[in-house]
């Protein structure tokens, strides 16, 4: 699932074998992280000489401050994975620049009639966007009453990932959700297919619809902030344009046209699930 957004680098090569002592120090990325490159010519204790700038396996590189009086040659030898360490935000940010030269992804909100009885088009737009970006807990226009705010965010624990507990109420929604009609969080999102078109039910309670992007091709909806992706194994990526949040959804055994959230994910593969 990872290598959807953090795809990898470099490969072990064959016949190595790595230490575990190989441990290095890093304040992004979760999990242990490795020194995975060093000298395929020069060894210390039957290991790889490591160098300056040589790679850990979360993309790191060592300090190229040392003595200027030992210089250890040879071609470099990669013992351990390396995995993409860099902000996926600013790859995004490339996606999106490269999109915007073709045709960019676009993305349709589903709401029931009464939004769409507001009016057409761009109004239509801007009343959606309205009621979510409201504070106030009914939109006059609609009479729609949504709720996302503070009051509603039951709990959050700390951590690398922080789990923050957010309840949405949407009243034009006819979905169960873990609290009962009209609610939803972050866990009861999903998506469903029909052919080669998405519907995503967000955390919010809204419906997102789009055509699904090639296999290992992303697209970027301007509007709602989002990157999409896919992969071969029928798997969809849905990520903030900053990196903060990364959503896998897998498809079910039980009707593979309904894919569950997975996990959740931030910008240096620190996860939830």
């Not at 304040?27 to 850990?56: C, M, W």
Request: hydrophobic share 40%.
């Amino acid at each position: 699932g990872t290598e959807m957004w953090q795809p990898s680098l470099a490969s072990a090569a064959a016949g190595t074998s790595p230490l575990e002592e190989d441990k290095v120090a890093c304040d992004k990325h979760s999990g242990p992280q490795y020194l995975a490159e060093g000298s395929k010519s020069v060894f210390i204790n039957g290991q790889p000489a490591v160098r300056a700038k040589d790679r850990t396996t979360c993309e790191g590189t060592v300090s190229d401050d040392v003595s200027p009086n030992v210089i250890i040659g040879g071609d470099t030898l990669t013992v351990r994975d390396i995995k993409s360490g860099k902000t996926p935000g600013l790859a995004l940010g490339m996606i999106a620049l490269s999109l915007l030269r073709g045709r960019p992804g676009k993305i349709l909100k589903n709401m029931p009639c009464a939004l769409a009885a507001a009016g057409g088009g761009m109004l239509a737009d801007m009343a959606v966007n309205a009621v979510f970006g409201s504070s106030h807990p009914v939109h006059a226009a609609t009479g729609v009453k949504v709720l996302n705010d503070d009051d509603e965010l039951d709990f959050s624990l700390p951590g690398r990932f922080p789990l923050r507990w957010q309840r949405s109420y949407n009243s034009l929604t006819t979905r169960e959700g873990l609290f009962g009609l009209g609610w939803a969080t972050t866990f009861d999102s999903y998506l469903t297919l029909e052919e080669n078109n998405a519907t995503w039910f967000d955390e919010t309670g809204r419906e997102l619809s789009f055509e699904l992007p090639p296999v290992d091709r992303a697209f970027y909806s301007i509007s709602e902030g989002i990157i999409i992706r896919r992969n071969e194994s029928g798997d969809v990526a849905i990520a903030d344009d900053d990196g903060a949040v990364w959503r896998l959804y897998k498809p079910t055994r039980a009707n593979p046209s309904i894919l569950r959230l997975a996990s959740l994910s931030d910008e240096y593969g620190n996860a939830l699930l």
